[in-house]
């Protein structure tokens, strides 16, 4: 019989900006350090999942974010835990201070021929196309 794994509800902003989407890289010593992601965290208990996205952005760069419809929803099994990616379409709001590096080891603003799938995490890999597309102004069907 497998032993068990924890499964983590993780959420993730998608923030698109003048044509690029903001993404972080995961701080030294982390799961996955040096990895860029789009950024967000783990769900706390019983905590609203976009409760926890608005909390984590404001955490990690600074920023007020409102979060809008979901894009995507990632399962990726990891050698000891599981995770769940919930992947939030989200804009800043107005009077909301530029991303500035706060608790992520970097950030960027990247186009479409910038989201290298090889930069990302595996559990990133479905919606990197779907980010893709919404660069390229593509409509990108609402998640079911």
Known sequence: MSQARPTVLVVAAVIVEHGRVLVTQRMP???LAGAWEFPGGKVEQDEDPRDALVRELREELGV?????????VAFHRYPGKSV???FYEAHRRPGSPAPAVIDVA???????????????PPADASILA????LLEGEAV????
């Not at 779907?130 to 597309?133: E, F, G, H, L, P």
């Open 106 to 120: 970097a950030l960027q603003w990247r186009t479409g021929a910038e989201l290298v799938d090889q930069d990302f």
């Open 84 to 86: 769940l990616i919930l």
């Open 29 to 31: 010593g982390s799961h």
């Open 130 to 133: 779907t980010v893709r597309r």
């Open 141 to 144: 069907p609402a998640s079911p």
């Open 64 to 72: 007020e974010v409102e979060v809008g419809a979901i894009l995507d």
